[in-house]
């Protein structure tokens, strides 16, 4: 085979005739409508194909083909016949010997992993929260450098702005998704819940820490997560209108009036499913499109279980780190390492959660070759119990509705409101998800008065 790159446009495509010898087996490989389905696809790739020969490919149904290999991942392969038609198709869709030759002699290679050397002469440890630390303006705050942290590398920052006066409880929140993702953990520490000031003053106080952070830590202040509960999440979206940012995760909390748009790319806004800011909340992720989710959590205005900012924290770094993996190839290796390992221990400890994520990242992060194979076993795994795909849907219901109905409902920000609507769909919901966890409860919650 010519190791050069074949390109397919739409125009030199053509489905198999029924006169054809293979047409029927590639029917048999993958149906009338992914066959169409699957040129169309190939015609917008470029592959570089695989140095090999011709062999005879048998499908997991005894049907075989002739075709040479073009492309594999670990997960999906891409075939071109003897005819020049390009196939793509699961693993699993091909004989057990043919998924084990191609694990033999194709395996996807593991990115090279930069050793993760550990900073040395830092002013405080690593692995724990410290503080306060007092600004030259005398604005104190906590902070918490991820275990995680690599010498050399400026590590990402989550800054947490509370309601009234933040302390080091508030970091203990995020700690383990912390040290998956190589965050680090900051909070101003004083009461800043003023009502006639506190856009100045939190602001001011942000600021001076950000900048304190930035002069003596490897701490990269452009790539922060701005975060906080209720006076603090509005706090958060406005630290985000004035200064560079991954994105923002308010709790409790809707856009400001009069704030300017958000510099963050992207947005996770939570709410209590009863809390009176649902309705705004909703039409805040709203305006932010696929850039945004609304995660509602049981209970009002209260953040929530540490769950939650958790599940924030993993959701957001994901979302930025894949869309920017040409600049940070080193931190997603070392990342996936880990993530590899959290999800293979969260599928023992909570399976349902565990088969959100790994859905998560085969539909909507482009991981690596190297580690999408070991998500993808995770998944198929999980699967095999129903309780697991029913989660799923559950929380793709809840996105769902938020989107479709809650940011239609009026009146918003309103103490003791509900609709008959509202409530005989929570009901239904309730008992759809009995016996899952989260999911019932949230929805009844959903179902009643804001408070």
């Known amino acids: 085979m010519n190791p050069k790159i074949f390109t397919y446009t739409k125009q030199n495509i053509t489905l198999p005739k029924k006169t054809n010898k293979d047409s029927s087996l590639v029917m048999t490989f993958l149906g009338t409508r992914r066959v169409l389905r699957s040129l169309i696809l190939a015609a917008s790739l470029t592959f570089s194909p695989l140095h090999g020969e011709e062999r005879i490919w048998t499908s997991s149904t005894g049907t075989q083909l002739t075709a040479e290999l073009t492309s594999y991942d ?25 998924q084990s030759y191609l694990k033999e002699n194709h395996a996807p290679e593991a990115p090279e992993i930069k050793e993760a050397t550990p900073p040395e002469n830092l002013p405080i440890p690593l692995g724990q929260i410290s503080g306060p630390i007092d600004t030259p303006e005398g604005k104190p705050y906590f902070i918490y450098l991820p275990k995680t942290m690599v010498a050399g590398e400026k590590a990402p920052l989550l800054l947490w702005v509370d309601a009234a006066r933040s302390n080091a409880n508030m970091l203990k929140r995020f700690l383990a998704i912390a040290d998956l993702t190589g965050f680090a953990l900051a909070t101003p520490v004083g009461k800043l819940n003023s009502p006639n000031n506190w856009r100045d003053k939190k602001h001011k106080h942000t600021k001076s820490c950000l900048n304190h952070i930035a002069e003596t830590l490897p701490i990269d202040t452009t790539r922060v997560i701005f975060s906080g509960g209720s006076g603090g999440g509005k706090a958060a979206w406005l630290n985000a209108s004035k200064l560079p940012c991954i994105g923002v995760m308010p709790f409790i909390a809707h856009i400001p009036p009069k704030v300017r748009p958000p510099k963050g790319k992207f947005y996770y806004i939570a709410t209590g499913a009863s809390d009176w800011f649902r309705y705004d909340s909703a039409r805040d992720a709203a305006k932010y499109g696929e850039r945004a989710i609304h995660r509602l959590y049981p209970g009002g205005h209260t953040l929530g279980d540490r769950y939650w900012a958790e599940d924030g924290l993993l959701w957001l ?69 129903p309780e697991c795909p029913h989660y799923l849907a559950g929380r793709k219901e809840l996105v769902r509705y938020s989107r479709k109905v809650l940011t239609g409902i009026e009146p918003r920000n309103s103490r003791g409101h509900i609709t008959s609507k509202q409530e005989n769909y929570a009901k239904k919901m309730k008992l759809e998800y009995a016996g899952l966890p989260q999911l019932p409860e949230i929805f009844e919650h959903l179902g009643s008065k804001t408070n």
């Open 74 to 98: 670990g997960v999906t392969v891409v075939l071109r016949s003897s005819k020049g038609r390009v196939i793509k198709l699961a693993l699993n869709k091909l004989s057990s010997e043919d």
């Open 317 to 385: 770094y994901s979302k930025h780190v894949y869309e920017k993996r040409s600049e940070f190839p080193h931190e997603i290796a070392r990342f996936e390492a880990r993530l590899a390992k959290h999800l293979t221990s969260l599928s023992a400890q909570r399976p349902h959660e565990a088969y959100y994520w790994t859905d998560f990242y085969l539909n909507q992060c482009p991981v690596s070759v190297a580690y999408r194979p070991v998500i993808q076993a995770l998944h198929t795994e999980l699967e095999k119990n």
